[in-house]
């Protein structure tokens, strides 16, 4: 497939996304305007055919109002929710935009990409067929090892991946997909996937991708400055609520597994977050504070 396909498709559910909804002239007319069209007019046929392609690569489903012959896109928390559609579209999205940059390359800086993402293919095409992996792994200052594991979830995490899998003692065990992996090959063994098993509800009450033996916990926190602004925007949880607010501060609940992947992403916002309740999760956040301020 041509990249300027990809492309295409980007504009017209970027499009319908912002417009809701537009007649197949509308949406014709903004096409020819742009840059993916080249100057030539969208034909229907097109049009159709970007559309299947659209919903088989991204389940994306664009529908035709009979009655006022607009287009829509009509399952639109598809690409509202964390899922792997949505991250495919906006990947696509940001390579769209940046591809046309070569001129002004130096003044764009971005993240340096994960290490091991090498690992990636056999890891999803092992999952795909239920394969088990041969895996080599050294944690980093400890000795390392191979193991066969059942490759159950692959989830992107602060710049990182990860793989959650059963291992050979029947555990379920987060692995790192980067310098700590020097080896990954599928092997000929298959495993059965549990069929109540969900993802989504594996990770549901934490904050990252680390898992601990840690009770629910109500917490409330205090922002104060900006942050408020910048937890509304990007909300570090879906239990995220908001209770109460002033022109100092605003305070917010979360119903959360309290790992230290919580506690250090609060860290981060310095003295921008205070964390009211419960007592000893306050308490053991003061104990962190105190040990960074030793360090100094």
Request: net charge negative.
């Amino acid at each position: 497939m041509k990249p300027a396909q990809f492309q295409q498709y980007v504009w017209i559910i970027n499009t319908l996304r912002k417009q809701k909804r537009m007649t197949f002239d509308e949406l014709n007319r903004k096409w020819q305007d742009s840059e993916v069209a080249e100057g030539n007019p969208l034909q229907r046929s097109s049009f159709n055919r970007h559309r299947d392609a659209i919903l088989n690569m991204f389940g994306i489903i664009i529908d035709c109002d009979q009655t006022t012959y607009q287009y829509y896109i009509a399952n639109p928390e598809v690409i509202n929710s964390d899922s792997i559609e949505r991250w495919m579209l906006s990947t696509l999205t940001v390579g769209t935009v940046l591809s046309d940059t070569t001129s002004i390359r130096d003044r764009i800086i971005l993240e340096s990409a994960p290490a091991g993402e090498e690992f990636l293919e056999p890891i999803i095409r092992a999952m795909k067929k239920n394969h088990r992996l041969r895996m080599g792994y050294q944690k980093f200052k400890a000795e390392g090892y191979v193991k066969t594991i059942c490759p159950y979830v692959l989830k992107r995490f602060d710049q990182r991946w990860y793989l959650l899998a059963l291992n050979d003692e029947n555990q379920m065990r987060i692995y790192a997909i980067d310098d700590r992996m020097n080896m990954m090959e599928m092997t000929d063994e298959t495993f059965e996937m549990p069929q109540d098993f969900s993802p989504e509800e594996y990770f549901a009450e934490y904050f990252g991708v680390f898992t601990a033996d840690i009770p629910l916990t109500h917490v409330v926190v205090r922002a104060y400055n900006y942050t408020p602004n910048y937890l509304r925007s990007l909300p570090l949880h879906h239990s995220q609520r908001e209770l109460e607010s002033d022109d100092h501060h605003a305070d917010f609940s979360f119903d959360i597994c309290p790992t230290d992947d919580f506690l250090h992403e609060l860290l981060r916002h310095a003295d921008g977050i205070e964390v009211l309740e419960p007592a000893d999760l306050r308490q053991k956040m003061k104990q962190q504070i105190t040990n960074i301020l030793k360090r100094y």
